[in-house]
């Protein structure tokens, strides 16, 4: 059995990373069209896209001593789009290898941006999920995030948004 380790990704963990992310995504290919596939794609094995993310984002990993298990960014406030407001920060692609799903690795990871979000003065943490990630739906329920609203389908699915008060 690999051991565990949670850490703060640095920059020579991009490989990897990738690697995980496309791992952990792949079993979306079969449910989305072959153009949002592509797109989905892209946004995991694209270097810049990766290093654009890693540096405005905290990154965080699993790290089992043979690779990555999961990984996960926490974008800080500052940074909105046209789902997330200014002033929230937002979590981003979780990934979890499926070798090593049910173990609590997106739970801790989730737990991770948390902590970092609250020790960074956040006050609001957003989040958004859709109809084909029922497993992510269910682990943000349990860990408190409120479900928001309904937003326009993306790589043609259902998605909603999701925050937590981190102001309490």
Same mark, same amino acid.
């Given at each position: 059995?690999?051991?565990?380790?949670?850490?703060?990704?640095?920059?020579?963990?991009?490989?990897?990373?990738?690697?995980?992310?496309?791992?952990?995504?792949?079993?979306?290919?079969?449910?989305?069209?072959?153009?949002?596939?592509?797109?989905?794609?892209? +946004?995991?094995?694209?270097? $810049?896209?990766?290093?654009?993310? =890693?540096?405005?984002? %905290?990154?965080?990993?699993? @790290?089992?001593?043979s690779?990555l298990?999961?990984?996960?960014?926490?974008?800080?406030?500052?940074?909105?789009?046209?789902?997330?407001?200014?002033?929230?920060?937002?979590?981003?692609?979780?990934?979890?290898?499926?070798?090593?799903?049910?173990?609590?690795v997106?739970?801790?990871?989730?737990?991770?941006?948390?902590?970092?979000?609250?020790?960074? +003065?956040?006050?609001?943490? $957003?989040?958004?999920?859709?109809? =084909?990630?029922?497993? %992510?739906?269910?682990?943000? @329920?349990?860990?408190?995030?409120?479900?928001?609203?309904?937003?326009?389908?993306?790589?043609?699915?259902?998605?909603?948004?999701?925050?937590?008060?981190?102001?309490?």
């Amino acid at each position: 059995m690999d051991t565990l380790n949670y850490r703060s990704a640095v920059a020579a963990d991009a490989a990897a990373i990738r690697a995980t992310s496309l791992q952990s995504y792949r079993q979306f290919e079969k449910v989305l069209s072959r153009e949002y596939w592509e797109q989905m794609h892209h +946004g995991m094995t694209d270097p $810049g896209v990766l290093d654009e993310l =890693m540096s405005i984002a %905290a990154t965080f990993v699993c @790290d089992t001593g043979s690779g990555l298990a999961g990984v996960v960014f926490l974008v800080p406030s500052g940074h909105p789009t046209p789902i997330y407001p200014a002033n929230w920060a937002y979590i981003r692609r979780l990934g979890v290898d499926p070798a090593f799903r049910s173990m609590g690795v997106g739970r801790r990871l989730i737990e991770l941006c948390i902590e970092q979000a609250r020790i960074n +003065g956040e006050k609001i943490l $957003g989040l958004h999920t859709g109809t =084909m990630m029922p497993e %992510a739906r269910r682990l943000y @329920d349990r860990l408190g995030f409120s479900l928001i609203k309904e937003l326009e389908p993306l790589l043609g699915q259902q998605y909603w948004l999701y925050s937590m008060d981190l102001s309490q």
